[in-house]
């Protein structure tokens, strides 16, 4: 398979250099980690207490997961993104759906690591493990004050539009809407993101899947708002890292 080329520069905001799939686009070049901090940011300044907490649990989560880049941040700040073409003017209910698809993954802090990192597929015993972690994560996001359709968000985050999901079996509204918001995002960048053993697919080809599984895996609405913000999305996913070497001295 052809490798993409890649392109090489160093973030104005904190001094890192940073290997990019496409060229910097101005002369402010920025890493993925300060655009994203930047943007979660403004989804955050709700007066939450729990909010840097909540942050630090993600962070957590994605290191024990061996995630590549700032995959729960990255989702996150996407995920809005959608939501703002739904409610542009609603900062409560974006910032819900922010912590919600920031933590959405809170659960599998209690799954073994032999089945949370395991490279081949799973076995049914450690699919009913596995299949825990979004009642898992809502009990615990639930116990933050303030962050109730947050914590629905994060048990609904495997659930189909088509009602093949886990863990209730849920089906077209009956999902949370930012579940559904959410589903179109981790998707695209799960498809668009390099692993050990594929490189990530384009933009182009990710939002062909997505348009395929409309109506089926994804709720047609949340599908048209990815399309509304193509141009925006198609930026932030140009901005993942293909690397993240330490910080230039």
Known sequence: ??????????????????????????????CERCFLGELSGGCSRC????????????????LREHETGLHSRRVACHTVVL????????EQRLAQIYWGALLHDLGKIGVPDGVLLKVGPLTEN?????????????????RLAGMEEAADIVRSHEERFDGGGYPRGLRGEDIPFG??????????DAMTSDRPYRQGLTFDAAKAEIL?????????????ALLAEEAVLRQMVDMKC????TKST
């Open 126 to 142: 450690e699919w009913t493990i596995m299949r825990r972690h979004p009642d898992d994560g809502h009990r615990l996001v639930g």
């Open 212 to 224: 395929h599984m409309s109506g089926s895996q994804f709720d047609p609405v949340a599908v048209n």
């Open 242 to 245: 293909v690397s993240e070497p």
């Open 1 to 30: 398979m052809e490798l993409r080329p890649t392109f090489a520069g160093t973030c104005h905001c904190c001094g890192t250099r940073v290997v990019s799939r496409t060229p910097w686009k101005s002369s402010q070049q920025t």
């Open 83 to 90: 939501a703002k073409h739904i409610f542009p003017n609603d």
């Open 47 to 62: 007066g939450e207490l729990n909010a840097a907490f909540a942050e630090a649990l993600a962070d957590a989560l994605d």
């Open 179 to 188: 579940a559904r918001l959410f589903a179109v995002i981790d998707t695209l």
